[in-house]
């Protein structure tokens, strides 16, 4: 299968399978969750789903249970709706990436205070400020 219909068809089943979460699904594990990303496996047979909780009441793993509480039904209307004649079978990831990229983002928030903070002693010392 081409790489390019598979990224397609990767890309319908995030559609999907965002408005199906959040229409249908009733498990209060759930809750808001962003489907992140779909990475389908070469034979197609198996969709690895990452996701992020929205509004986290639920701790990542208990959000995973849910949604793998309700993959059965997620797998057949995903087929129902994209009319694929064989379904994927749905493996749900915590997607973490969004938390590093924030614990990175406190990082360098904190290095680029520090750095103010280390700079702001010595103006207009050395510059002499005066043009």
């Known amino acids: 299968m081409s790489e390019a219909r598979s990224r397609r068809i990767e890309s319908e089943i995030q559609r999907v399978l965002a408005a199906l979460i959040a229409r249908e699904v009733k498990d209060p594990r759930v809750g808001n969750v962003t489907i992140t990303a779909v990475k389908m496996a070469a034979d197609m047979g198996t969709a690895r789903i990452y996701f992020t909780p929205f509004a986290a009441r639920e701790p990542p ?71």
């Open 61 to 131: 793993e208990q959000v995973r249970t849910g949604l793998t509480h309700a993959a059965s039904f997620l797998r057949g209307e995903l087929g129902r709706r994209l009319g694929l004649r064989h379904a994927p079978r749905l493996e749900f990831v915590f997607d973490d990436s969004v938390e590093g990229a924030a614990r990175l983002t406190r990082l360098i928030d904190r290095a680029v205070a520090a750095d103010r903070a280390g700079h702001g002693e010595g103006e207009g010392g050395a510059d002499g400020g005066g043009d």
